[in-house]
T-cell receptor, first 112, second 112 residues
Framework: DADVTQTPRNRITKTGKRIMLECSQTKGHDRMYWYRQDPGLGLRLIYYSFDVKDINKGEISDGYSVSRQAQAKFSLSLESAIPNQTALYFCATSDSSSETQYFGPGTRLLVL | QQQVKQSPQSLIVQKGGISIINCAYE??????FPWYQQFPGKGPALLIA???DVSEKKEGRFTISFNKSAKQFSLHIMDSQPGDSATYFCAASLGNNRKLIWGLGTSLAVNP
């Protein structure tokens, strides 16, 4: 079983719709991250959480919100989706004692 | 601005050749420099990492060379194989925060 899972794996939605991407992990890590990947732009950090009560904005948080429901779950919401949010979204986890980040398989989002 | 600059953006190498990807950083306080490998349809995964107290680290066919004075580090893939075809990201982090600052990635294709 995968240690970091993301649902859904693919999603098509329309402009203005609210959608939620979910991430779960069984690694017991306290830190979780949401990134988006666009061709030529690498990985950009949207939000990160160092524990359940800690939420921090990344470099591109506008238009996104997150919820850390439990140590193992970190959700990303697009309140009103727009076409330029079309991208590949990754969740990642890490332990506070290590720099290594473990990535989920990604969610491919298309906003029409 | 980009704190970690990665080059080239894409690279084509013949099987058996040496692949070299370079990264330059600005912040001398960075204390951890990983390389991640990403195959199509997958999330990035840690390949190899180095700290600034050593100038080179080797793991199998993969070597990181680190030049502290030049603020540069590079990934060398010896005897490149078609299975090495992937996108490679360099990154850097510092301190307890351990948030990774990413390069934009290099798409490597190894021709058979």
């Amino acid at each position: 079983d995968a240690d970091v899972t993301q649902t859904p794996r693919n999603r098509i939605t329309k402009t203005g719709k609210r959608i939620m991407l979910e991430c779960s992990q069984t690694k017991g890590h306290d830190r979780m991250y949401w990134y988006r990947q666009d061709p030529g732009l690498g990985l950009r950090l949207i939000y990160y959480s160092f524990d359940v009560k800690d939420i921090n904005k990344g470099e591109i948080s506008d238009g996104y919100s997150v919820s850390r429901q439990a140590q193992a779950k970190f959700s990303l919401s697009l309140e009103s989706a727009i076409p330029n949010q079309t991208a590949l979204y990754f969740c990642a986890t890490s332990d506070s004692s290590s720099e290594t980040q473990y990535f989920g398989p990604g969610t491919r989002l298309l906003v029409l | 601005q980009q704190q970690v600059k990665q080059s080239p953006q894409s690279l084509i190498v013949q099987k058996g050749g040496i692949s070299i990807i370079n990264c330059a950083y600005e912040n001398t306080a960075f204390d951890y420099f990983p390389w991640y490998q990403q195959f199509p349809g997958k999330g990035p995964a840690l390949l190899i990492a180095i700290r600034p107290d050593v100038s080179e680290k080797k793991e199998g066919r993969f070597t990181i060379s680190f030049n502290k004075s030049a603020k540069q580090f590079s990934l060398h893939i010896m005897d490149s194989q078609p299975g090495d075809s992937a996108t490679y990201f360099c990154a850097a982090s510092l301190g307890n925060n351990r948030k990774l600052i990413w390069g934009l990635g290099t798409s490597l294709a190894v021709n058979p």
